[in-house]
């Protein structure tokens, strides 16, 4: 008799993350110190304009101060980078975010590694990332990768001996999920295999896994046939596929044949719902992170 997984409210979850972060700003603001975050965003790309103004809602309600910087699509990589520079040195912000994707004339890399690494919102830059090899998780993590480690402690899912596959390598979710999901410490110790284009049978690998992480951003990427009964899956993607009977015409799955894989798996994230939400949890507790260390906390 097939199984049906259980959903992952990923909403809730970040919901009880947002909470505890409220609680921590509020400690810090009784010592005078209000924590602040700075967002920029170039042109408007209408999926990133709404992130942004998510992320100044979470904020507003976690009591952190927020401010979004818009600068026009034409910006150059100069303009830009002045603004970090500013913002680098603007007492008011403890985090900085670069909203991606950038214009294309504004380059990725150099926008993040002109942040300085202590106000890092996202834990991109390559100090962060080069700790986070070390071990070190006391600084900014990848938002994403960290949020998809809380989904799996505060589900009971605790990865340690499990097997975890990873479809995706990316340096946004992939390979820093892989690190701390390996790493030597509570809520890790996993053994970690990643799967991306190069890999001839991912599904060799995927139906070998207690845990699956999809970060590939292509639907169906996982199909039912390609996971083990039991099994947790994670989904990361995000993706628009035409839809008819939509207003809209279109609607957003993830990389998981959803319908297929929730009667085969334990627990499974929905697309929207899942991954999302905690992403902008974990930019929260980024930013509170920093303002605790400027105050020496």
Not at 5 to 33: M, N
Not at 36 to 45: F, K, R, S
Not at 88 to 99: K, S, V, W
Request: glycine fraction near 10%; hydrophobic fraction near 45%.
């Amino acid at each position: 008799m097939p199984m049906s997984a259980q959903i992952i409210d990923g909403e809730a979850i970040a919901a009880g993350i947002r909470a505890e972060v409220a609680e921590k700003v509020a400690a810090l603001r009784q010592r005078g110190v209000v924590p602040g975050l700075a967002a920029v965003l170039i042109g408007d790309n209408p999926a990133s304009v709404s992130y942004v103004s998510a992320k100044a809602k979470d904020c507003e309600q976690a009591g952190i101060f927020s401010e979004t910087f818009h600068l026009p699509a034409e910006t150059t990589q100069q303009e830009a980078l002045a603004l970090i520079a500013r913002l680098n040195g603007d007492a008011r912000f403890h985090a900085i975010l670069p909203q991606l994707p950038l214009p294309p004339q504004v380059g990725e890399r150099a926008t993040i590694d002109a942040i300085a690494p202590e106000k890092d919102a996202d834990g991109l830059h390559p100090v962060n990332l080069g700790r986070l090899l070390r071990g070190e998780t006391d600084g900014a993590l990848p938002c994403t990768p960290n949020g998809v480690m809380e989904l799996l402690r505060r589900t009971g899912n605790d990865p340690a001996g499990k097997h975890v596959v990873v479809v995706g390598r990316s340096t946004l979710v992939g390979r820093p999920l892989a690190v701390l999901l390996s790493n030597k410490a509570k809520g890790a110790n996993a053994t970690v295999t990643i799967c991306h284009t190069g890999t001839g049978d991912i599904a060799r690998f995927t139906r070998e896994a207690d845990i699956v992480v999809t970060a590939a951003g292509h639907a169906n990427t996982l199909t039912g046939d390609m996971v083990r009964p039991g099994a947790v899956v994670i989904d990361v993607g995000t993706n628009r596929v035409d839809d008819a009977s939509r207003k809209r015409g279109w609607r957003l799955v993830g990389d998981v044949d959803y319908a297929a894989v929730r009667e085969k798996a334990s627990w499974i994230t929905p697309v929207p719902g899942g991954v999302g939400p905690m992403t902008r949890a974990m930019l929260l507790v980024n930013t509170v992170r920093a303002a605790e260390r400027s105050a020496g906390a």
